[in-house]
Nanobody
Framework: QLQLVESGGGSVQPGGSLRLSCVGS????????IGWFRQAPGKEREGVAC????????YYADSVKGRFTISRDNAENTFYLHMNNLKPEDTAVYYC????????????????WGQGTQVTVSS
């Protein structure tokens, strides 16, 4: 059974950094597109950063370009979201997700989801 478990969320001051991790089990990560999404209260779930396969493309939302980095360690079946220079508007529940292709960094493209981890940016 495919499972994704996130960790690394928490509270941080503006300008701070966090690293989110997503550990996969029950499948081989190298064959999947990966993505990080977030959902703030009262808002739609939005794609933050994704890596598709076939073609191998990386996408970042405009709001996080230059601050967030998505990476993967296929040997560990784990992928990450490195978040720097965090802002209050980054506050949300963050979800990791995988898909056989993940051609677009949108919710409807991804079939498998983690449980979510809260990130709060506040002074």
């Amino acid at each position: 059974q495919l499972q994704l478990v996130e960790s690394g969320g928490g509270s941080v001051q503006p300008g701070g950094s966090l690293r989110l991790s997503c550990v996969g089990s029950g499948f081989t990560l190298r064959y999947y597109g990966i993505g990080w999404f977030r959902q703030a209260p009262g808002k739609e779930r939005e794609g933050v950063a994704c890596i598709s396969i076939r073609p191998n493309n990386t996408y970042y939302a405009d709001s996080v370009k230059g601050r967030f980095t998505i990476s993967r360690d296929n040997a560990e079946n784990t992928f990450y979201l490195h978040m720097n220079n965090l802002k209050p508007e980054d506050t949300a529940v963050y979800y990791c997700a995988v898909d056989h292709f993940g051609l677009e960094c949108v919710r409807r493209e991804y079939d498998y989801w983690g449980q979510g981890t809260q990130v709060t940016v506040s002074s």
